[in-house]
């Protein structure tokens, strides 16, 4: 018996700006410190959405949302900003009261 095995790709169920949203605050809740996951997950988003595009609207170099970039902050909400969606930060529990 032979098995069959196709290459599993985020960027197939990225195609709404509902996914999308989704995904990325996914994505920022289990990232904890690690950036590098974050810019992941933005490219990911571009490349489902369509990098040259995506990078137009943003005003930044295309190859700032490739895969293997560091983007600066000012990039990553550049990015934001043209897929349409924001950032949000909340109280966690565990440090209500702190400051």
């Not at 509902?18 to 992941?40: K, T």
């Not at 988003?45 to 595009?53: E, F, L, N």
């Amino acid at each position: 018996m032979t098995v069959r095995l196709t290459r599993w790709d985020i960027t197939d169920h990225l195609q709404t700006d509902e996914d999308r949203a989704l995904f990325l605050e996914a994505c920022i809740d289990e990232a904890g410190d690690d950036s590098a996951f974050m810019v992941q997950a933005l490219c990911a988003i571009a490349r489902a959405k369509g990098v040259d595009d995506l990078a137009a609207i943003a005003g930044v170099d295309p190859a700032s949302l490739s895969d293997d970039c560091e983007l600066s902050f000012d990039t990553f909400l550049k990015a934001i900003r043209a897929l349409g969606l924001q950032l949000h930060a909340e109280v966690v529990p565990t440090h209500a009261g702190q400051g």
